[in-house]
Every structure is written in structure tokens, then in C-alpha cells.
């Protein structure tokens, strides 16, 4: 199984059409995604100095899109951790499996768009940090 680095994940560009009237950014699946979308969710109405996240996924890769508003994402590879703030809705966080995720400082307004590479399955989750580090310490 591989062993992902908090450094596989990455901010990147989505186009953007810059027009008078506002701007407008599209998702391709297959061109821009680095896998198959099989779900997407949302995260609004989040209450300030709430946090999301605590969790990782076994197998599930996600991008994640500021669709409106900010947030930062800590994630946590179980060496490493790496903070990537999100402010802009054509810069999304690419997030590999196995990466402990918390996110926080939701302004307000903030929405959280999420392209998942798979269906929701709470078998995909690891819920607890200590176990965690254990799956990670074995791979
Ligand atoms: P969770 O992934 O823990 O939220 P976050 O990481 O944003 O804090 O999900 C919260 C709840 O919603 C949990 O009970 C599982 C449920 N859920 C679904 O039923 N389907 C989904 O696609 C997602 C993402 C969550």
C-alpha cells in the first residue's frame, strides 16, 4: 500500500474566465481531477470558530474548492503536518488517502465544495488519531 507525504498534496489552478460581468471557473472530469468523481458534498452554514474534519480516509482521494469565502485545512500525514490556506474558488486542495484533515477558520459564508473519488462509506473513515498512527506505522 502506498504511503502518501502531506507533500502529495497540492494546491492548483482551475481555469478561470475573467469577465466584466464576474468570473467563472469549470471542473472537467478526467481533464482536471486526478481521478474519477463519484460523489460531491458541500459544507456551508458552518458557525464561526467551528472545526470540521478530524478524520482521515483509507482509500479516498478528495479536491477540495473554496467555492465561496475561506478556510485553512491542516493535514496531517502522521510525520508531518502542512497548513494550506484556501481563499479562492479556482484554487482547490488535491488531498491523497491517509492524510488526518482538520479544517478551521471558516469565514463567514464559506462553502466547501467536495469531489470525492468514491461514495460515502463509513468503513473509508478512521475516526480515532491513535488508530491512525497505528494504520500508519504499518504501511
Ligand atoms: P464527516 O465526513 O465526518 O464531516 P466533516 O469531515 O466535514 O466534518 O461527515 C459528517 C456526517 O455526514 C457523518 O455522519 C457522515 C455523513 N456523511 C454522509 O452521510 N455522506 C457523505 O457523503 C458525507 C461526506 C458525510
Sequence with gaps: M??????????????????????????EGEN???FEIKR????????SGSERGAHAHKELFQVMIPIAGSFDITLDD???KKTFQLNRPNKPLF??????RQLSNFSSGSV?????????????????????KKIINKT
Design 2 to 27: 502506498k504511503k502518501y507525504s502531506v507533500n502529495d498534496c497540492y494546491i492548483f489552478d482551475l481555469p478561470k474566465i475573467q469577465d466584466n460581468r464576474g468570473n467563472l471557473t469549470f471542473v
Design 32 to 34: 482536471h481531477i486526478p
Design 40 to 47: 460531491i458534498y458541500y459544507l456551508y452554514d458552518v458557525p
Design 78 to 80: 502522521g510525520n508531518e
Design 95 to 100: 488531498i491523497c488517502p491517509k492524510m488526518w
Design 112 to 132: 466547501c465544495l467536495v469531489l470525492a473519488s468514491d461514495r460515502y462509506t463509513e468503513d473509508d473513515y478512521i475516526r480515532d488519531y491513535d488508530s491512525f
